[in-house]
């Protein structure tokens, strides 16, 4: 167990529908981090959060949103979703500075 | 801008054979890290190393070595004496200042027996 929880593990809906995916970070980490892996985009950096507050964004689209909540749990909101969006999404928690990343193990998104 | 650059997509060697794997990176900042990440069949993220950018010295753990040589910015992993559990995905990774992680596309390696 990292410490990083991410649920749900596998999620399967139809296209359009809207999901939420969920990170609780690590201990005493103030930042969180989403990241999507599909096939052909390889690890790509969606949004980061620290503390309450958006600190970067990545290659997120529009239909995709987050938000990081007092008790520093994420949440990343995917709707209007598309074939294309079928993907793992990993979530990672920090301490300040980069100096280490913990990831969660996933949720593996099957749009159908 | 930052950028990581994992020019071998897929790497194919059989049982005890070396190999390496390359990483380059680039980066405007004087501090950076470096990581390695290594994802098996079964999906998750499992880090190996990071490195600072005032380190260069090289790190051997067991069978996995890393060289950092900050003047071609590259940052390479050397499995000696593979093994079929090292089948995997490996990625390098760069952050910065700003935190995030920059991932490089990744190196699938398959060691056959």
């Known amino acids: 167990d990292s410490g990083v929880t991410q649920t749900p593990k596998h999620l399967i809906t139809a296209t359009g529908q809207r999901v939420t995916l969920r990170c609780s970070p690590r201990s005493g980490d103030l930042s969180v981090y989403w990241y999507q892996q599909s096939l052909d985009q390889g690890l790509q950096f969606l949004i980061q959060?620290?503390?309450?507050?958006?600190?970067a964004k990545g290659n997120i689209l529009e239909r995709f949103s987050a938000q990081q909540f007092p008790d520093l749990h994420s949440e990343l909101n995917l709707s209007s979703l598309e074939l294309g969006d079928s993907a793992l999404y990993f979530c990672a928690s920090s301490v300040p500075g980069g100096w280490g990343y913990t990831f969660g193990s996933g949720t593996r998104l099957t749009v159908v | 801008a930052q950028k990581v650059t994992q020019a071998q997509t897929e790497i194919s060697v059989v049982e005890k054979e070396d190999v390496t794997l390359d990483c380059v990176y680039e980066?405007?900042?004087?501090?950076?890290?470096l990581f390695w990440y290594k994802q098996p069949p079964s999906g998750e993220l499992v880090f190996l190393i990071r490195r600072n950018s005032f380190d260069e010295q090289n790190e051997i753990s067991g069978r996995y070595s890393w060289n950092f040589q900050k003047s071609t910015s590259s940052f390479n992993f050397t499995i000696t004496a593979s093994q079929v559990v090292d089948s995997a995905v490996y990625f390098c990774a760069l952050s910065e200042a700003t935190d995030k992680l920059i991932f490089g596309t990744g190196t699938r390696l398959q060691v056959f027996p």
């Open positions: 980066t405007r900042d004087t501090t950076y890290y």
């Open positions: 959060y620290y503390n309450g507050e958006e600190r």
